[in-house]
């Protein structure tokens, strides 16, 4: 059961090194790794963000949203509300980046037209930070 749970929290390659010489980062995706295994019915989070890079935050927010998919239910304390809005992204949704540009809204609801979609909700928003780490340094949800 550990080893599918390390290998999607990225750290299966400390698995086995005692948590007190790893990272504070690193301890916390194989904490969290711990807490997701077995598939709890109710679990239970207190800022599970602390300490987390940006992928690792990715990381999370999906494995979370798996358990909703399976009907598991998870509770967060959390001051994070970044986080929040990202772990509880409606399921099928598709997210666009591009650069401002005239015309690009018009373009994108006649892009939908044409393939029968139906726009549920558009959220338009400048970069943040963790979009220009990404960008930069090119780690995907698992790197």
């Not at 301890?27 to 109710?42: N, Q, S």
């Amino acid at each position: 059961l550990w080893e599918p749970a390390l290998e999607e929290a990225a750290v299966a390659e400390v698995g086995g090194d005692p948590l007190s010489r790893l990272s504070y980062g690193m301890r916390r995706r194989v904490l969290l790794a711990e807490a997701l295994v077995g598939d709890p019915p109710l679990l239970l989070l207190d800022e599970p963000t602390l300490g987390l890079d940006v992928s690792g935050c990715r990381w999370l927010a999906e494995a979370l949203r798996a358990r909703a998919r399976a009907g598991l239910a998870t509770c967060i304390s959390t001051n994070d509300t970044d986080f929040v809005e990202q772990a509880a992204e409606a399921e099928g949704g598709l997210l666009i980046l591009a650069h401002q540009r005239d015309g690009l809204i018009p373009d994108l609801l006649a892009t939908l037209g044409d393939l029968d979609a139906h726009l549920v909700d558009l959220k338009v928003r400048d970069p943040g930070l963790a979009d220009c780490f990404l960008q930069l340094t090119g780690r995907a949800l698992h790197d």
